[in-house]
């Protein structure tokens, strides 16, 4: 399978070409266009309950979106719901992927997508608490809100990365919590609150724009706060 990245970096589109018979999945909702012969089906991946854990805990949809390819082939153009780049990352037995809420848009066959515990820091830091784990072998694709910037940590190498910021990392990189400053005065003063301290090895995905920020926006301006 080949994924092409589309319109980027402001506008971003994966477009999948499929060989004979292949599928991909994807999150629910996330299908732009596709070859005219290429089947879709929705079902919750895993039954009931693992598909309400990834839903209610994980922050996806319920069903998992299946598009297989007629007997020649195909392709089909998957966009996230938020303006933003798309990556991919090619998922290994040894190297699974942890993603934020949100961020997941698609992935070969061959990847398993669950929903892992992330630990009081995750929760505390205003992820939820939860993180999806992308496992298995095979390519998944995941979008942002703005432009990706990608980081190959050496062995101990930190970055802090605020919270909101922050939408993938290799199995591999820590990642612990702590203030943005060492008194709550200094944060309060800077903006910052809480922040992710990442320590390599491994890769670390984060996106140059605020998902919180445009929810703010929105109901700042919504014509009932005016009044």
């Not at 895993?46 to 082939?73: C, D, Q, Y």
């Not at 929760?123 to 990608?150: H, M, N």
């Not at 605020?162 to 943005?180: C, G, I, P, Q």
């Amino acid at each position: 399978m080949e994924i092409q990245v589309r319109h980027n970096p402001s506008f971003s589109v994966a477009r999948a070409i499929l060989g004979p018979s292949e599928a991909i999945r994807a999150e629910s909702g996330a299908m732009m266009a596709m070859a005219a012969d290429t089947n879709l089906d929705a079902k919750i991946e895993g039954g009931l309950m693992k598909g309400l854990k990834r839903s209610v805990l994980g922050g996806e949809s319920l069903f998992i979106t299946t598009a297989t390819a007629a007997a020649h082939g195909g392709w089909i153009d998957f966009a996230p719901s938020l303006p933003g780049d798309v990556t991919v990352f090619d998922v290994r037995p040894d190297q699974p992927l942890m993603v934020q809420k949100g961020s997941f848009l698609c992935a070969e066959q061959g990847v398993e997508i669950d929903t892992q515990w992330g630990g009081m820091k995750n929760l505390i830091g205003g992820e939820g608490g939860f993180l999806l784990r992308a496992s298995g072998q095979g390519k998944v694709v995941l979008s942002t809100y703005g432009a990706l910037d990608r980081f190959t940590l050496e062995p101990g190498q930190q970055v802090v990365v605020d919270t909101n910021h922050m939408v993938a990392f290799a199995e591999s990189v820590s990642m612990e919590l702590r203030k943005a400053s060492d008194s709550a005065w200094k944060s309060m003063k800077s903006g910052e609150g809480l922040v992710f301290v990442f320590t390599g090895p491994g890769e670390l995905m984060m996106q140059s724009r605020n998902p919180d920020d445009i929810v703010d926006y929105v109901i700042a301006n919504l014509p009932a706060q005016r009044n």
